[in-house]
């Protein structure tokens, strides 16, 4: 379970003005489902994603991952749950610029404490899983908007983390490529992952076994 | 050793192997650059003056000739005044006088005859005795002994003029008896030689020459190393060998500040990356480690593009400011790379700090 509880985030706007994105917002996600993060944009769901994930500090509030909170001020602690516990999806595709599909996918392993052995075979079948096999030896700069977010989201499922979170895994993706995803997602799920995603895709909010409205939330 | 780690090493022996040909490289530009300051600056102002001040009658100047010649670097024989005055002095030496070579000029030779002990070489030479002439040879003009009228006087030809003066193209020549001088002009005519050489000349040189020119009291002759405006090749050297080497440590600062910058914009350019490996689960201390390999790699490579850079420029430098200028050591070199790879792996670091002072979705928005 992973849970936020009590987070804010402030926005600055200028020098003395800061906009309040969401103030203490408790938020609870199920260990086994994938839940889906939804509302219009603006409303924070990235920011709600991106402290979930580890990935910034809330301006007040806590994360608890199954019951154990994680201390912001501890970047030891905090690099050792990003490293084993959540993986984390961006919006944007960020990925090694330099490097191949493969390799993205390997540096992501390495620090997930996967065994170097086992690592060709899961990048391999977590390629296939996302139709891009292909793409393995190819270096990513040169890939797609869809390839690349299919790139890092196999980055992401290869690492077998029990928490995974993506913004908007399906945005850049056809039908028939986000019907692989939302597969791949709800398999991590079912492996006992807490799987949670902000999307304004109907075909993945349909798909989730749970749906929070951050705007219902912050009225 | 994984991929990354890998790269890392293949990239530092890439590097290393670099620096070792630069070095070599450097080696040679340096050893260039010396020898043309070497060639530069060997002209006219790099005249060794040997002075005697009591040459003996004795000095046969084909001896000298012949014995200079044995020595390395002698490029020329050349004497430094002037003897205008002499020309009209009067002749009335008495064949007891000794003979002392006097003075000369590439286009004056003066040759003083006082009676002595080289009477014997010069029985009919008598008041007045002297011959004036261009590449003189006098024994094929006038036999010795022959009487000749030159300048309004009457010459008698007392002997040839030697084989190595006879060689140069003198546009005249004198031989007057040196007891017609007066007092100061004796004073002047003392024993010089002008020595021209390509390089500074050892001490064993120096007291070679005065050797030749003295052989009895070698440490009677005075030597002076020549000195127009002091700017001979060797004082040169030697002026930029003490100078303050402000040019050079110019060079050094702007070298390690260049460094410095590299290293800082270096990490700022990977800060998505570091985010990325942040993000991914990276701690500080890989991260550092990491950055460490890294700059360490990168500060080489930076070395050997600047110490190209500054090869390329070396030479311009010298010639705008020589006398600030210091012909880099090894040991010295290896301080600047020491200093320069000190501020660009310690500037890496700053950056690293700032970029990981930042949480990895606000680096990664902001990009």
Known sequence: ?219 | MNGENLKILNKLVVALASLVVLAASQSAVFASIEANINSTFDRSADKIVVLSSNVPAEIDLGEIEQKFEQVPGVLDIGWTRTIAESSGVAMGASNDDPILITESTETYLSIVFEAGELLQHCESCRDPVTLVGADVDLSDHAAVGEQLQLMGRTVLVGGSVPEPIRGRELSQSLIVPVGALPEPEDQLVRASVAVRLNQRPAMGELQAFASILNESSPEAVQIEAAVVEDSSKGSILETIASSSSLLSKLILGLCVVASAGFGYFGVERQKEDLALLRSLGAANRYLHKRVLKLSVAQGITSLLVASCLISLIQPFIVGLAEAAYVPPTLSYGLLVMAVMLAAFVGSALLGLRSAISKDPAEVLRSL
């Open chain 1, 1 to 219: 379970m992973l849970v936020l509880e009590n987070v804010s985030r402030y926005v600055p706007m200028g020098r003395n003005y800061e906009r309040c994105l969401f103030d203490e917002l408790t938020l609870q996600f199920r260990s086994g489902e994938l839940t889906a993060l939804v509302g219009r944009s603006g409303l924070g769901k990235s920011s709600v994603l991106e402290i979930a994930a580890l990935e910034r500090r809330p301006d007040n509030g806590q994360v608890f991952f199954q019951g154990m909170s994680a201390s912001f001020n501890n970047s030891d602690r905090i690099a050792e749950l990003k490293a084993t516990e959540v993986s984390y999806v961006r919006q944007s595709a960020d990925l090694f610029k330099g490097s191949t599909t493969a390799e993205n996918i390997q540096v992501g392993m390495d620090f997930a404490g996967v065994p170097i052995a086992t690592q060709e075979a899961i990048c391999a079948e977590t390629c296939k899983q996302l139709d891009i096999s292909h793409l393995m030896d190819q270096v990513v700069v040169g890939l797609s908007g869809g390839e690349q977010q299919r790139v890092c989201l196999a980055r992401a499922l290869s690492r077998s983390t029990p928490f995974l979170i993506c913004d908007e895994p399906t945005a850049a993706l056809d039908a028939g490529t986000t019907a692989n995803v939302i597969e791949a997602l709800h398999a991590a799920a079912e492996r006992g992952g807490t799987v949670v995603v902000a999307t304004h895709d109907p075909l993945l909010i349909a798909a989730s076994d749970h749906v929070i409205n951050l705007e219902e939330l912050s009225r």
